[in-house]
């Protein structure tokens, strides 16, 4: 069984930095792909940056602040994020798909596996 647990999530001020985890059972995170995505309140889910093997992407909203990175020998996927903005505040989900990302954005309905979510808020 599949299952992923995020962790990091929390209330922060504007500029302030968080790191959320994605730590996986029942999955390796280096046999294809791994993305956080996000949905900020009343609106759609979007793609926030995503990893395969040496290659990670990321939205414009996000390039520059924060940072995907992945731990093979801890099986966990981690999102860095700096100088965070009010517009960041969203709940944040983990997901993976079993083959590789070569393009942005990537298609959420690719992803076969995804976290309960880890809720964000940063406040002005």
């Known amino acids: 069984q599949v299952q992923f647990v995020e962790s990091g999530g929390g209330s922060v001020k504007a500029g302030g930095s968080l790191r959320l985890s994605c730590t996986a059972s029942?999955?390796?995170?280096?046999?294809?792909?791994t993305g956080w995505f996000r949905q900020p309140p009343g609106k759609e889910r979007e793609g926030v940056a995503v990893?395969?093997?040496?290659?990670?992407y990321y939205a414009d909203s996000v390039k520059g602040r924060f940072t995907i990175s992945q731990d093979n020998a801890n099986n966990t996927v981690y999102l860095q994020m700096n100088s965070l903005k009010p517009e960041d505040t969203a709940v944040y989900y983990c997901?993976?798909?079993?083959?590789?990302?070569?393009?942005?954005?990537?298609?959420?309905?690719?992803?076969?596996?995804w976290g309960q979510g880890t809720q964000v808020t940063v406040s002005s």
């Open positions: 029942g999955y390796l995170h280096n046999r294809g792909c």
């Open positions: 997901a993976a798909r079993a083959v590789f990302c070569g393009s942005w954005p990537p298609d959420q309905k690719q992803f076969n596996y």
């Open positions: 990893i395969s093997g040496p290659i990670t």
